[in-house]
Structure formats: structure tokens, C-alpha cells
Nanobody
């Protein structure tokens, strides 16, 4: 059974930093594209950042230059380093996996809350 477990969320002041972690099990992590998504109250879920199996990254315009996605295949873990946080970054952050040859993110974590105070 594939599973993703996020950690690292919390309350931080504007301008601060957090690092989210997502530990994967039960899937071939090294060949999976990994993504971080977020959903704020009464808003649709949005893609924040992705990283391919080869390490190529992509970011939403709203977080470019502030967030960094990375992965450690030896630890089956993907990270999201978030710097210069703003209240607009407040959301539940989800980790997701897209298996090799799949077109959709099919494995999701339970989410971790990030709250940025002004």
C-alpha cells in the first residue's frame, strides 16, 4: 500500500521559513514524479512545485524564487523549503506522487497545515 506522510508544517510569522518533508513508502519513489500542492480555505487546490525522477523542477509563479523542492531518493523523501513566507501562503500543503508512465497524481498524503501570520 503506497503511503505519503507529510511533516514540518506550523505557524510562522511573515518573512519566516519552513521546510516540509514527505516520506514515501510502498511505491517506487525514485521513478516517481513528486509534487507539492496546497489548498487554502474556500479556494481550489493548486500545484506549488514538482520534481521529476531526474531532478527537474517546476514552480508556480507565486512561489518562484521563494520555494525550493528537492528529493532524496536514498531516504524516499521529498522536501519543500519555503522562504520569505507571506500570509497568502497559508494553506494545507499536500504531497503527491505520480508514478512512472502515469498521467495523474494517484498517491496523496494527509496534508500538513502551514499558517503565516502578518
Amino acid at each position: 500500500q503506497a503511503q505519503l506522510v507529510e511533516s514540518g508544517g506550523g505557524l510562522v510569522q511573515a518573512g519566516g521559513s519552513l521546510r516540509l518533508s514527505c516520506a514515501a513508502s510502498g511505491l517506487t519513489f525514485s521513478s516517481s514524479r513528486m509534487g507539492w500542492f496546497r489548498q487554502a480555505p474556500e479556494k481550489e487546490r493548486e500545484l506549488v512545485a514538482t520534481i521529476s525522477s531526474g531532478g527537474s523542477t517546476d514552480y508556480a509563479d507565486s512561489v518562484k524564487g521563494r520555494f525550493t523542492i528537492s528529493r532524496d531518493n536514498a531516504k524516499n523523501t521529498v522536501y519543500l523549503q519555503m522562504n520569505n513566507l507571506t500570509p497568502e501562503d497559508t494553506a494545507t500543503y499536500y504531497c503527491a506522487a505520480r508514478r512512472r508512465l502515469s498521467q495523474m497524481y494517484s498517491v496523496w498524503g494527509q496534508g500538513t497545515q502551514v499558517t503565516v501570520s502578518s
